[in-house]
């Protein structure tokens, strides 16, 4: 069973519910074409540091519904996204979730990026009965807190001890390490389970230092972490990356970097230029070459957006054919938001990022891969067999 809400959590649902947000909504709109619609709801920061996560998410969203559309829809119905810029703040994804859970045309909510955004949310769609499938939220508690929230990204307590175990240790060879991190529900998940793999793998953590939302002068933590003369420096995020790359560079710290959280980020590579030069970091996914379906879609994307996909882009595409398929196993019943959070439990799919099917709490397992920065241009170094 999913853990039940704290007693803050239940509080704020009641809340909710007494403003006549009621749970059982059902899908009757007609297009000007007077086709029958499903709509969605994406949530994305599309400004901000996370911007770059938010278009993709936008963007392939958007490609998954033109497919489904153009091969005829699902039970007779075509499928919509409305979408809302987030901004990567807790407060405004949450406004923007309370705004779609009111809504009785949209059906489920693809999103958000950021796990506390994500988790933030959680009392909100609970109360109003509605799907939030969350491509990347990859907190451990975040699936757990209402059968409504929803995440295919993988989860920190398997991917953070996988950094520590085998990149660090097995891949790298070095026990002494340095941490920074940004201090957000995401952040703190991924640094507390990577000491846990530490402590696991027998690694040294000699220093460590946090920041906020936003921060652009990482000057003072970085030359914090130099003082212990670590290994290696280990930075947990996705938009600060190339930052306090570029930062740690020009405080003439030679130091090997590795990266939890951006996957094989292009603006990475755009922002760094040599600077990103060696870095390595974990992904659960990297488009495959030699596989034509995954060449197609990464030159589709990359026409469409004026930049290379990455992992998060791949699963906001695959949360789409999820939620097409929830839909598709209603079958003739009664398209509602509690028949689709009922359906999508159960669904299993084989999604361009690889098998899809859910735990009990709604999120998944994943294997991961170990990339670096080669020649200007992300490689994979070890397999998904690596920690075998």
């Not at 994500?118 to 509605?130: E, R, S």
């Not at 059968?147 to 097995?170: C, H, V």
């Not at 094989?264 to 600077?275: K, V």
């Not at 990297?286 to 994307?301: I, Q």
Request: hydrophobic fraction near 40%.
């Amino acid at each position: 069973m999913k853990k039940v809400l704290s007693v803050l959590l239940t509080v704020m649902m009641v809340a909710t519910l007494l403003t006549g947000c009621g749970k059982e909504k059902k899908s009757d709109e007609t297009s000007a074409e007077g086709e029958k619609v499903i709509k969605f709801g994406l949530l994305a920061p599309l400004t901000g540091t996370n911007a770059e996560y938010g278009k993709g998410f936008q963007i392939a969203t958007a490609m998954a519904v033109d497919e489904i559309n153009a091969a005829g829809g699902v039970n007779g119905y075509k499928l919509a996204i409305e979408v809302a810029d987030s901004k990567g703040d807790q407060k405004e994804s949450s406004d923007l979730a309370r705004k779609f859970g009111d809504d009785k045309e949209i059906m489920a909510i693809i999103g958000d990026f950021a796990s506390g955004a994500c988790m933030a949310n959680a009392p909100i769609v609970d109360a109003a009965g509605i799907v939030q499938l969350s491509p990347t939220a990859s907190n451990p508690d975040y699936a757990g807190m209402s059968p409504y929230t929803f995440s295919i990204m993988g989860r920190q307590d398997a991917e953070a001890p996988f950094f520590a175990k085998y990149i660090i240790d097995k891949y790298l060879g070095v026990k002494s390490v340095a941490l920074i991190y940004i201090n957000s529900d995401w952040g703190v998940a991924s640094h507390d389970n990577f000491v846990k793999g530490a402590k696991e793998a027998g690694l040294n953590i000699v220093a460590e230092a946090n920041y906020v939302q936003d921060e652009k002068d990482f000057s003072s933590v970085i030359l914090k972490l130099k003082a212990a003369n670590p290994e290696v420096l280990i930075i947990f995020d996705q938009g600060a990356v190339p930052q306090i790359v570029n930062q740690v560079v020009q405080l003439d710290w030679d130091v090997k970097m590795t990266t939890l959280g951006p996957g094989t980020s292009q603006q990475i590579l755009d922002l760094c230029g040599e600077n990103a030069e060696g870095l390595i970091t974990s992904t659960p996914f990297f488009f495959d070459l030699n596989n034509e379906a995954h060449t197609a879609w990464k030159d589709t994307f990359k026409e469409k957006s004026g930049f290379e996909p990455t992992v998060h882009p791949v699963v906001a595409y695959d949360c789409v054919y999820l939620l097409a398929k929830a839909v598709e196993m209603i079958g003739n019943g009664e398209i509602t938001r509690d028949a689709i959070r009922d359906n999508l439990q159960k669904a299993e799919i084989e999604g361009l990022a690889g098998p899809i099917k859910f735990s009990e709490a709604g999120d998944i397992s994943r294997q991961y891969l170990i990339c670096a920065v080669e020649d200007g241009k992300f490689v994979i170094k070890e397999g998904y067999d690596y920690s075998k």
